[in-house]
């Protein structure tokens, strides 16, 4: 059967001080998270171990993301994390320092009828 998007959720999280891109993803993903359930998949009677999950981060600087901590977050399924370039850098050049903002789109895949 196909692959069929069942929730698709969005979220953001930020690291005010420091400029921990990592920190901020992870807080948007949490962010998303908190947003949805997964009642349905347990009325179908799905295992939700089965799920396809697809992460996107957008963060300025992707290769500072830390994807393999990302993943782990997740609860369930098969989970997939792609860094890409967005969200948000908010410099505060009086104290040499960053605020970062991370978008994070949660993608979940089922195989139903």
């Known amino acids: 059967m196909p692959l069929r ?14 400029g921990d891109y990592t920190k901020a993803a992870l807080r ?23 799920m396809v999950v697809k992460v996107t981060i957008g963060v300025q600087r992707p290769d500072a993301v830390d994807a393999d901590r990302i993943k782990a977050s997740l609860p369930h399924g098969q989970v997939t994390v792609r860094v890409v370039e967005g969200g948000l850098d908010i410099p505060d050049k009086a104290r040499g320092d960053v605020a970062v903002i991370a978008s994070a789109a949660i993608e979940v895949w089922l195989d139903v009828a």
């Open 5 to 18: 998007r069942m929730i698709l959720e969005m979220g953001a999280g930020n690291d005010l001080h420091g």
């Open 28 to 50: 948007a993903v949490q962010d998303a998270l908190h947003h949805s359930s997964l009642g349905f998949a347990r009325a179908l009677d799905v295992d939700i171990e089965s």
